[in-house]
C-alpha cells in the first residue's frame, strides 16, 4: 500500500558530501514524522534525523554541525544531506516514515529498503 523509495547513497571520500532522498508514495492520506535512521555492521539501527509535518527537527548529537533534514510536502520526500562525511558515518541508512493511509484511522510505521553509504578515509 505504501512504498518507501530512497537514492543518493553511494561511495565517498571523507569531508565529502552526499545526498539522500526519500519518496513515499501509495494510499496516502497525511504523514507525520518522516526520517532516516542508520545500522552499520554489529551495531543496532539508530536515528540519525527526523522531522516533523511541521518542520520541527531532531537530530543526532554526532552529526548535528553536518547534516541537515528537510522535506517536500508536496512530493511526500524527506531529504538528507550529509556534509563533511567521517568514515565513522559508514552504515545503511533507512528512511522511515510515520503515516496514516486513506480510510484508516491510525497512524503506522514504515521502513525503506535501505541505501549503502560509505565513506572512506
Known amino acids: 500500500q505504501v512504498q518507501l523509495v530512497e537514492s543518493g547513497g553511494g561511495l565517498v571520500q571523507a569531508g565529502g558530501s552526499l545526498r539522500l532522498s526519500c519518496a513515499a508514495s501509495?494510499?496516502?492520506?497525511?504523514?507525520?514524522?518522516m526520517g532516516w535512521y542508520r545500522q552499520a555492521p554489529g551495531k543496532q539501527r539508530e536515528l540519525v534525523a527526523a522531522?516533523?509535518?511541521?518542520?520541527?527537527?531532531n537530530l543526532a548529537d554526532s552529526v548535528k554541525g553536518r547534516f541537515a533534514v528537510s522535506r517536500d510536502n508536496t512530493k511526500n520526500t524527506v531529504y538528507l544531506q550529509m556534509n563533511s562525511l567521517k568514515p565513522e558515518d559508514t552504515a545503511v541508512y533507512f528512511c522511515?516514515?510515520?503515516?496514516?493511509?486513506?480510510?484508516?484511522?491510525?497512524?503506522?510505521?514504515?521502513w525503506g529498503q535501505g541505501t549503502q553509504v560509505t565513506v572512506s578515509s
Open positions: 522511515n516514515t510515520v503515516l496514516r493511509l486513506t480510510g484508516w484511522t491510525s497512524e503506522t510505521n514504515y
Open positions: 501509495g494510499r496516502i492520506f497525511s504523514i507525520n514524522t
Open positions: 522531522i516533523t509535518s511541521g518542520g520541527s527537527t
